[in-house]
């Protein structure tokens, strides 16, 4: 969704713009080229290698600053770099391609690999740690929750029956046994809601995601924006939700006679429902099939 996401984000040639997730560089060496010398653009990762890519990837430009950072440490970003008004945010919550493509990262269940799961490699909890030592409340839960999965009990009671669980496709082979054969068929990977429940855990995707995106908003300057591209329903209720709030005033219960709250609109909608990807980039990339962009504005 590049062509949707350069537009929402309508690029001012000498503003201040982030990239939370720079991941490849796939958006942001098209915002770059559009930044003249008095433009920045800053790219957050937390994952080394993400980074390192990046580097070589945008070496052309003069105008980037890359940060090894998880974006929910943004603040900290900022300050650091002194800046405290952006013109634009961008934050892409999907795994990168990189990473789900490269077998030894253990994000995806098409490869027999170890078990990680891990964004930033330093970090010590990685997916084999849950699979194994969680307990069987807290696997459940996990699964149900995270993957809205309708399997979860038998999922993880037969995860914990299993263990040691060692590569994804062992995982994948416990899953599948855990369900009805003709689920198993009928799904387009009946893998994924449990293996998306374990990445969000071993990363805390979840974890501040409200605040980070509050805080990014008040940052903004007058008509700055951000783009928020998500790819599940948990990621997607955070971001509409934070978006209400910034585009609403009176936040008061209906039957109050009198505003009490305070509260002020700062932002507007500027599409009131997400932008879904088109059904030529569908069938070219299919990862991009749940994909849904939000974009504010502020006032």
Do not use: W
């Not at 920045?40 to 390192?52: F, H, R, S, W």
């Amino acid at each position: 969704m590049l062509n949707e996401i350069l537009s929402g984000l309508n690029i001012k040639p000498d503003g201040i713009y982030i990239d939370c997730t720079i991941g490849g560089a796939g958006h942001s060496k098209e915002i770059a080229k559009r930044l003249n010398d008095k433009g920045l653009l800053i790219g957050i990762d937390k994952d080394q290698e993400a980074l390192d890519v990046c580097k070589q990837r945008l070496k052309e430009f003069n105008n980037v600053k890359l940060v090894k950072s998880d974006f929910k440490d943004v603040e900290q970003v900022l300050n650091n770099l002194c800046i405290d008004k952006v013109d634009g945010v961008l934050i892409d919550l999907g795994v990168s391609s990189y990473q789900i493509d490269n077998p030894e990262r253990g994000f995806s269940f098409r490869f027999d690999a170890p078990l990680d799961m891990r964004m930033d490699k330093t970090q010590q909890l990685s997916a084999y740690n849950v699979v194994n030592e969680y307990s069987l409340s807290h696997l459940t839960r996990i699964i149900k929750e995270y993957g809205e999965e309708e399997y979860a009990s038998s999922i993880a009671k037969n995860i914990v029956a299993a263990r040691p669980v060692k590569t994804t496709k062992q995982l994948a082979e416990i899953i599948e046994k855990s369900m009805p054969a003709k689920v198993v068929f009928r799904r387009n990977g009946a893998h994924k809601k449990t293996f998306q429940a374990i990445r969000i855990e071993v990363n805390k995707e979840l974890d501040r995601l409200f605040e980070t995106i509050n805080y990014l908003i008040e940052k903004l300057n007058s008509k700055g924006r951000i783009a928020i591209l998500t790819f599940h329903s948990l990621e997607d209720r955070i971001v509409k939700n934070s978006y209400k709030i910034a585009s609403t005033g009176c936040i008061c219960p209906p039957k109050t006679p009198i505003c009490i709250c305070g509260h002020k609109q700062i932002a507007e909608l500027v599409n009131k429902k997400p932008i879904m990807a088109s059904e030529e980039e569908q069938k070219e990339n299919p990862r991009s099939t749940s994909a849904k962009l939000r974009i504010l504005e502020k006032i």
